[in-house]
């Protein structure tokens, strides 16, 4: 799990529709050593990353995506103390569609199918 080591929740909300979710990423990882050095960026598959933790948590089992339909990345993480992000997600059935924001930025757009990780 990625929670606790690269990121940290802030508020997570169950909602009719999916979940909302804050979470702070940290600054220091380790992953920004080689993504990229001089000049570091949060990874999209980690951002992803974050995304699916956070799904397995509303849907309360282990999932995996299936198929990554639509991963829309409009604009780069730059990793800095305090950096938040909010997850907006609507679930139906075994289907994803999440928007990740920095403020009112959107920074990720992803539409997923996952399967329950037995």
Do not use: N
Not at 34 to 61: I, N, S
């Amino acid at each position: 799990m990625f929670e606790g080591d690269f990121y940290r929740t802030i508020a997570f909300t169950l909602t009719e529709e999916g979940y909302t979710a804050e979470v702070e990423l940290r600054a220091d990882h380790l992953v920004y050593q080689g993504h990229f050095p001089a000049q570091p960026v949060v990874p999209g598959v980690c951002t992803m990353r974050v995304v699916r933790e956070l799904t397995a948590r509303a849907v309360g089992c282990a999932i995996w995506f299936d198929t990554i339909r639509e991963a829309k990345f409009v604009s780069a993480l730059i990793p800095c103390e305090g950096l938040r992000i909010v997850v907006e997600a609507t679930l139906s059935e075994q289907t994803l569609r999440a928007v990740v924001r920095r403020g009112d930025e959107a920074v990720l757009k992803l539409r997923a199918t996952w399967e329950r990780d037995e």
